[in-house]
């Protein structure tokens, strides 16, 4: 038995002890928490055997209430001596897929994003934002399947797009081929916990006991494919390819000293996405391209909130199961240091960034970009989210 430690300042104190998926000398992934530099396995430190299951799902769909208790049990058995063979340093561990992703949405939940993207591809419009943004979280259905934990290589998707010269008039005439603007996308993702019957939407005020945490999310996006297939039914094959998650998922409760207000709703909502308690996240999270960090975008600028998003994605009856994943969309704020891709970053390509002395529009093979992101924690410091990294390879 031993007691396990952790360095003052660690991102991953009693205050965080998120969730996720390890295993270690080749033998099956079970359900850990990251204490300090710590893998905790929570099916020897808990004697509960939900925990040796391959993925989060199992205790997801224990509810809400059980949540909390095992919460409450895992910071009491830290605060013990621990088995030996439950701790493991976490540099010696692989990190799998924290959850079996069931139904997968994202959403297009800031302003600023949204109206960045709007001045791009329609610079003549009279209001960057659609008539519809301010009404509801605009969002669409994804693939679950192509959605990988941080550290997976990302191949460059190949796909139809129009060449330049098609592009800027006369007969599109398309052409297929690796994507030439492949971006990445900064967001935030929810995890829903356990979920809802077909007909039974889940209301704003009950949001908090279906959401179970939040891992960090990059939706890499062809662009190119993006501009050329979007028309008229939304995102397809530039952005199904793959996303990354974190490894980690943080506990909603986690982020109770980060919660605040969001940005003033004008006009009201509609009452079914009325919010009874404040549902921002001041989430601070941080986009690094080849370790120079390009942006630092706000969480809490964000317009629509996640229990807006569960309360919309639902309003129509639609059923929701443990595992089901939706992502804000790119997190971006006022600033241009702020803005979660690199079409707004490099203003699709128009305003490059410099990186390492050399100018850059769109991710280039080899490229690797990582997400990370801290918060306000309940004991006055603060907490990681972890990292969502990935490398691009050439196409295929
Ligand atoms: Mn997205």
Do not use: C
């Given at each position: 038995m031993t007691r396990p430690e952790v360095p003052s300042g660690s991102l991953f104190g009693a205050a965080n002890l998120p969730y996720g998926v390890y295993s270690v000398d080749g033998a099956a992934p079970r359900v850990a928490t990251r204490y300090g530099d710590h893998v905790v396995d929570l099916a020897l430190l808990l004697g509960d055997d939900v925990f040796a299951a391959p993925s989060l799902n199992p205790f997801l769909a224990q509810g809400h209430d059980r949540w909390v208790a095992v919460r409450a049990a895992i910071r009491d058995a830290l605060?013990?001596?621990?088995?030996?063979?439950?701790?493991?340093?976490?540099?010696?561990?692989?990190?799998?897929?924290?959850?079996?992703?069931?139904?997968?949405?994202?959403?297009?939940?800031?302003?600023?994003?949204?109206?960045?993207?709007?001045?791009?591809?329609?610079?003549?419009?009279?209001?960057?934002?659609?008539?519809n943004w301010k009404h509801l979280p605009v969002g669409y259905h994804g693939r679950s399947a192509s959605i990988?934990?941080?550290?997976?290589?990302?191949?460059?998707?190949?796909?139809?797009?129009?060449?330049?010269?098609?592009?800027?008039?006369?007969?599109?005439?398309?052409?297929?081929?690796?994507?030439?603007?492949?971006?990445?996308e900064a967001e935030l993702g929810f995890v829903v916990g356990t979920g809802s019957a077909a007909g039974?939407?889940?209301?704003?005020?009950?949001?908090?006991?279906?959401?179970?945490?939040?891992?960090?999310?990059?939706?890499?996006?062809?662009?190119?494919?993006?501009?050329?297939?979007?028309?008229?039914?939304?995102?397809?094959?530039?952005?199904?390819?793959?996303?990354?998650?974190?490894?980690?998922?943080?506990?909603?409760?986690?982020?109770?000293?980060?919660?605040?207000?969001?940005?003033?709703?004008?006009?009201?909502?509609?009452?079914?996405?009325?919010?009874?308690?404040?549902?921002?996240?001041?989430?601070?999270?941080?986009?690094?391209?080849?370790?120079?960090?390009?942006?630092?975008?706000?969480?809490?600028?964000m317009y629509w909130s996640p229990a807006q998003m569960l309360a919309h994605l639902t309003a129509n009856g639609a059923p929701t199961r443990p595992g089901d994943l939706f992502a804000s969309g790119t997190v971006s704020g006022p600033a241009r240091t702020e803005r979660g891709a690199l079409i707004e970053l490099t203003w699709d390509g128009a305003d490059p960034l410099v990186l390492d002395g050399v100018p850059r529009t769109y991710l280039e093979d080899g490229d690797e970009v990582v997400l990370r992101a801290t918060a306000p924690a309940t004991d006055g410091g603060r907490l990681g989210l972890g990292e969502a990294r990935g490398r691009i390879l050439p196409a295929r």
């Open positions: 605060e013990d001596d621990v088995p030996e063979a439950a701790l493991h340093d976490h540099d010696a561990v692989t990190l799998h897929l924290p959850f079996e992703v069931a139904d997968y949405v994202d959403f297009y939940a800031s302003e600023h994003h949204a109206a960045n993207l709007g001045r791009l591809f329609r610079p003549d419009a009279a209001d960057p934002l659609q008539p990988v934990v941080s550290g997976t290589d990302i191949v460059r998707p190949q796909g139809q797009r129009l060449p330049a010269a098609g592009a800027r008039g006369g007969t599109p005439v398309p052409e297929f081929g690796p994507s030439q603007r492949l971006d990445l039974e939407p889940i209301p704003v005020a009950d949001a908090e006991r279906h959401l179970f945490g939040v891992v960090l999310f990059n939706d890499w996006s062809a662009r190119d494919l993006q501009a050329w297939e979007y028309v008229p039914l939304g995102p397809m094959l530039g952005k199904s390819f793959a996303s990354t998650v974190s490894p980690w998922v943080v506990p909603l409760p986690a982020l109770d000293a980060a919660r605040v207000a969001t940005p003033v709703q004008d006009p009201p909502v509609l009452p079914y996405l009325a919010m009874p308690q404040p549902w921002g996240l001041d989430v601070e999270v941080e986009v690094v391209w080849n370790d120079e960090v390009v942006s630092r975008p706000p969480y809490a600028a």
